[in-house]
């Protein structure tokens, strides 16, 4: 089995590229995954595994052949070139190289009724990630990120969403891109905006739906306001007039999943 010891090693060096630049990202069409569960839903989810690299007095190589049932390079490393590569504090040990996925709208399965959350230019990879948490949680049919402002791949994103990345179907897109595509779906979406909105919860979310969130500080670009089936707002009670887009997601989500019956 290959060791690698040295941070000074090319293969340490392209991989904390990867960590850290979206650029190498999308030349190599690669990222890390850290973690065991996280890499265990990345393959639940379809990507495809290239390398593990893993530190042996954490992790043996039996748990990484229960973890992972494809043919994948196995690199024994050390507890320094670990701590160049991982992301997060605590040490799990073991890292996996993986493929990247298309994004593509084209690539989308939806259901006969499918329920789909959109997000215009979240800015906070943190915020993408929460965002793609309640979207797991919700089981929804997919989440559309409209001029996404960062690279889904973001270790980041990764982190955050606590490997909900790979549970989620996800495809990018401009904002006309996505707005066509509903429209071409017959999909109804709902933009959550304070202009000419009336309250979520008089909608009927019953029917091929798509609820449509944007940033704290600007909120949804005027595209979405004209061209919703309706827009929608949340009524506030206290003395500020937005919350964490990650939260209004799933207060509206877990209303349309109420509708629906769950």
């Known amino acids: 089995m290959k060791q690698i010891t040295s941070v000074q090693n090319p293969f340490i060096k392209s991989l904390a590229l990867l960590q850290e630049k979206a650029k190498a990202r999308k030349q190599t069409g690669t990222f890390l995954i850290e973690g065991q569960r996280e890499i265990s839903l990345a393959i639940k989810g379809g990507y495809e595994i290239e390398t593990i690299l893993f530190l042996p007095d954490l992790v043996t190589e039996s748990q990484i052949n229960k973890l992972v049932t494809q043919s994948v390079q196995l690199i024994e490393i050390n507890k320094e070139v670990y701590q160049k590569l991982a992301y997060r504090d605590t040490t799990e040990g073991i890292l996996a ?19 789909i959350l959109v997000a215009e230019s979240l800015e906070k990879p943190g915020n993408v990630g929460a965002v793609l948490r309640t979207a797991d949680a919700a089981n929804l049919d997919a989440v559309l990120i409209a001029d996404p402002k ?14 909900c990345l790979f549970t989620n179907q996800i495809a990018t897109g401009t904002t006309e891109e996505i707005i066509a595509f509903l429209k071409e779906k017959k999909i109804n979406f709902y933009s959550a905006t304070l ?45 500020i007039d937005s919350m964490n887009v990650s939260v209004a997601a799933a207060i509206l989500i877990f209303e349309a999943k109420r509708q629906r019956g769950f």
């Open 97 to 115: 190289v993986a493929k990247t996925k298309s994004l593509k709208l084209s690539d989308l399965k939806l259901s006969d009724n499918p329920l």
């Open 150 to 163: 960062s690279d889904l791949y973001n270790p980041n994103i990764v982190r955050s969403s606590v490997g």
């Open 195 to 239: 202009q000419n909105s009336t309250s979520y919860h008089t909608q009927n979310f019953t029917t091929p739906t798509a609820l449509v969130v944007g940033t704290e500080a600007t909120g949804l670009t005027q595209k979405w306001r004209e061209a919703a089936t309706q827009n929608i707002i949340i009524p506030m009670q206290g003395e």
